[in-house]
């Protein structure tokens, strides 16, 4: 073999592995680009699920309290937002789920000063509901957020840091839902 054909070789053997690399680095990063966006589908069938209960609870404590019209409406709105929230970047949803978050704090503390109201079976059974959705939410998100976490740090790490950005592998945010502690009716 001469100097050229050798020499070509190597180059050759080199391309390969670092083309191999590439591909490897790149289905790493898609594997976990795709781990995160399960996690956020999980996250977002949860979010349905709570905001599935709200106007049940919304209609049965409509009658007792007439004068609270401002707060049920406030209600209403926020799980509007909400619905068009779900699936939305990170701190839209976020925001939005807040303020679901913040309106159904201030419906519990009223249905609380109601004793007929909070005693009565249906409205016991919605807010059982709604604090089971509020903690599958809950775990929804810790799984959301260590993928995102995965994913963020695999992006970072060496070499794939040199190959993220031109590959198109962009940081992924987390969801920062502060649900209402699980309160028991």
């Given at each position: 073999m001469s100097g050229t054909t050798v020499a070509a070789a190597v180059a050759g053997a080199v391309l390969l592995v670092l083309l191999v690399a590439v591909v490897r680095i790149r289905n790493r990063l898609v594997a976990r680009r795709e781990e995160v966006a399960e996690a956020r589908?999980?996250?977002?069938?949860?979010?349905?699920?709570r905001h599935?209960?709200?106007?049940?609870?919304?209609?049965?404590?409509?009658?007792?309290l007439t004068h609270e019209r401002e707060l049920l409406v406030r209600v209403a709105g926020a799980r509007s937002a909400a619905v068009a929230a779900v699936g939305a970047a990170a701190a839209t949803t976020s925001a939005a789920e807040n303020r679901l978050t913040a309106a159904l704090a201030d419906?519990?503390?009223?249905v609380e000063a109601y004793p007929r109201?909070?005693?009565?079976?249906?409205?016991?059974?919605?807010q059982e509901d709604l604090t089971s959705a509020e903690n599958r939410i809950a775990f929804a998100r810790q799984f959301h957020?260590?993928?995102?976490?995965?994913?963020?740090?695999?992006?970072?790490?060496?070499?794939?840091?040199?190959?993220?950005?031109?590959?198109?592998?962009r940081p992924e945010a987390y969801l920062d839902l502060d649900l209402a502690p699980a309160q028991t009716p």
């Open positions: 589908r999980q996250v977002d069938v949860q979010l349905r699920r599935d209960v709200v106007p049940a609870l919304v209609r049965v404590v409509e009658g007792y419906l519990r503390g009223v109201l909070r005693s009565g079976e249906l409205v016991l059974r919605l957020a260590d993928a995102v976490m995965r994913y963020n740090t695999a992006r970072e790490e060496f070499p794939q840091a040199l190959l993220a950005g031109p590959l198109g592998f």
